[in-house]
């Protein structure tokens, strides 16, 4: 078994005007680090790098690789509609202290499979650092499956790992099986949360999930617990997690919930997102505190 790792993809904190909360970022930041996760993702799908403005998510990747300052790993969404754009921002995050990169493919239009080989292949030829590919293909309308990454990773030597951000599990455990077996070393991660145990125990390299946000220690004691086989840890914290998916239900999109929820938890960060996401109402707002009451966090 490959030692699991978990990585926060971090929500991004905002003040009301929409401008990056310095204070704000720096204690999420320290919240995860803290807790004891293997790494951090900037401008994730949970760092709603969708609706920033280029010269704001460089003034974030500064902000987050230097106040993280080797604590842990910190990779970047670098992913933007424009290839040149991408391969710009992925460079600028390298040069900065970045450890690597994660790129989605373009969406709006769905790509076809030589596309979306033709796009990978030549940003990562410009890309002068390590990168994630993030597959995301209920968004992105594109699903890059084990025939494209094979055809990729032929030549792109600095594609090192994989988010995979499918509920079914059985697509990544046929990544895993396909794809180790000839890129032993090559990093699956799962992109849902509660698929920590599954993804390690079918042999990849763990979890991105941002429902750690909220409560990092759970995840760290997962993963420790799946370290040391600790099965009555391992079920304990699965059944925990399984009720945290609720957050993707309470609210859409889940966002606005989980910087809520971490208010609550006494994390010092506003719970504004960018437009037009909405604040947590008074029905949510009961929902994420029932939630909360019945995950009931006793780690030390």
């Known amino acids: 078994m490959k030692k699991p790792l978990f990585f926060t993809p971090i929500v991004t904190a905002f003040d009301q005007e929409r401008k990056l909360d310095i204070e704000g970022n720096k204690n999420v930041i320290d919240h995860v680090i803290n807790a004891g996760v293997d790494g951090i993702v900037v401008m994730g799908s949970t760092g709603e790098f969708f609706a920033m403005p280029d010269a704001q998510k460089r003034e974030l990747i500064e902000l987050a690789v230097s106040h993280v300052s080797g604590r842990a790993q910190v990779y970047v969404g670098t992913g933007c509609m424009s290839m040149q754009d991408t391969i710009d921002l992925s460079n600028f995050a390298l040069e900065k202290g970045a450890d690597g990169c994660m790129i989605v493919s373009p969406y709006y239009f769905r790509l076809s499979k030589k596309s979306l080989i033709h796009y990978y292949k030549s940003v990562a030829s410009k890309v002068k650092g390590n990168i994630f590919i993030y597959n995301y293909p209920d968004l992105t309308g594109a699903d890059m499956n ?155």
């Open 146 to 300: 084990a025939e494209v990454m094979l055809e990729i990773l032929k030549t792109e030597k600095n594609v090192i790992g994989y988010k995979d951000t499918v509920k079914e599990m059985g697509h990544t455990r046929d990544l895993i099986n396909v794809i180790n077996k000839e890129y032993p070393d090559f990093m699956i991660f799962s992109g849902y949360d509660d698929n920590l145990a599954h993804n390690i125990l079918s042999g990849g390299a763990g979890t991105i999930g941002g429902l750690s946000n909220l409560y990092p220690e759970i995840f760290v004691a997962w993963r420790d617990a799946l370290i040391s086989k600790d099965y009555n840890q391992i079920s304990l914290c699965q059944k925990k997690v399984n009720r945290l998916t609720d957050f993707f239900t309470v609210g859409n999109p889940f966002i606005s919930m989980i910087k809520y929820a971490m208010k609550l938890r006494g994390i010092e960060i506003e719970d504004y997102c960018t437009e037009p996401f909405l604040q947590a109402n008074d029905k949510e707002i009961e929902g994420i505190k029932a939630i909360m009451h019945d995950v009931d966090v006793t780690f030390s």
